[in-house]
C-alpha cells in the first residue's frame, strides 16, 4: 500500500534537528581563550556560542543578510471592545509600513535589514496598496472568526495559513537571509496569543491579560472575558497544532508559526519578538521541541503573557525596555546587539595572540 505524500508542515517538523554542537563547543572554547575575564561580556558570550551553533562554523559573522516579516492580519474578537483602537487601523498601519513610516521601517534601516508584509487576513482589499507589492498573495480570508464563540478559521483556512508560512520562509531563506525576524500587525492580535500561552502554560486566564494597544480599565475586563471564553473552547485541543490555531489562533498566528518551523527545518535562525511571534513559538514548539534551538529571544515586551511564552520556551531575553509594539521593532533593537556578539568572539585577539598574560603571578607556592 502506497504511503499517503507527506504535507509541508510534516515535513517541515519531521526535518528539525538541533543546530551544530561542535561548532557551539569551538565557540565555548574560544570564549575562554579571548583577552578577557571569563564570563565578562555576559549575555554577549551565550550569544555568540548560539550564532555559531546555528550557522554550523566558529567563529560566527555578523547576520549582516536579515529580514523582517511582518504578518498582517485582523482578528474577529476585536468587536469584543478588546482593542484600544478600531480595526480599520490594521488596514491603514499596512499603508504606512509599505510608506515607510511605521517604527519598523524606520528601526530596520537603522539596523540595515529589510522588510517584508504579508497580508494573511487583514479586513481589507490591500492588493491595490502599491502596484510593486504583492502582499496579499497568500492572505487566506478577511479578519476571523470571534474567537470566543466561534472557531477563527476552518480547517482548511489553517492549513493553508501554515503552508504560507512555509513558503514565505522558504523564498526568504532561497533569496540568502541568513536572519529571520518575524513580525506582527494586527488590532486584536494579542487576544489570541494571550489565548495561546494561557493553553499551552496551563496558566489561568487572568494571568495572561495584558493592555495590549493601551486599553482602560473595562477593556481589561472585557479582554479578560474573551480569554477565558475562547480558552475553555481551545483546552480539549491543546494537542493538536493545526486545530488549536483554527480554533484560537488566526492566518497570521498560523503563517508565524509555520514558518517559524521551516525555518529550522532550513537551519535558518530566528530572532523572536514580542509577545504574538512568541505565542506561535510556542505552538511551532508543540509540534517538534527542538524548534526552540533555533531561536533567540530579543526583547521581553510589557506583556504578562510574554514572560511565561519565554519562560516556558526556556529562552532568556537579550533586552527588557517596556516594548509592547509588535512589528519586528524589539528584534531590530536588539539585533546590534546580537551583531557585537558575533564580532566580539570573531574579531577579539586571544591571549596568545595578543601576548597577554592569563594569570597573575603572586610568588606564593601553596605547597
Known sequence: MTEAPRTPLQAALDGIDYP???SAHAAKVRQAELTKPAGSLGLLEELSIWASSVQGRCPPHSFERTRVVVFAGDHGIAAAGVSAYPAEVTAQM??????GGAA???LAAAADAGVRLVDMSVDADTSQEVSRSDI???KVRRSTGRIDTEDALTANEAERAIEAGIRVADEEIDAGVELLIAGDLGIGNTTPASVLVSVLTD???I???GRGTGIDDAGWIRKCAAIRDARRRAWPHRDDLSRLLAIAGG???AAMTGFLLQAANRRTPVLLDGLVVSAAALTAQLGNPRVVRWFQAAHLSAEPAHDLALRRLGLTPVLDLGMRLGEGTGALVALPILRAATRTLAEMSTFDEAAVSTSVSTGFDPA
Open 20 to 22: 551544530d554542537s561542535d
Open 94 to 99: 499596512v499603508g504606512n509600513i509599505l510608506a
Open 104 to 106: 519598523v521601517s524606520v
Open 136 to 138: 496579499s498573495r497568500y
Open 203 to 205: 496558566t489561568e486566564p
Open 207 to 209: 494571568k495572561v491579560v
Open 251 to 253: 492566518a497570521d498566528l
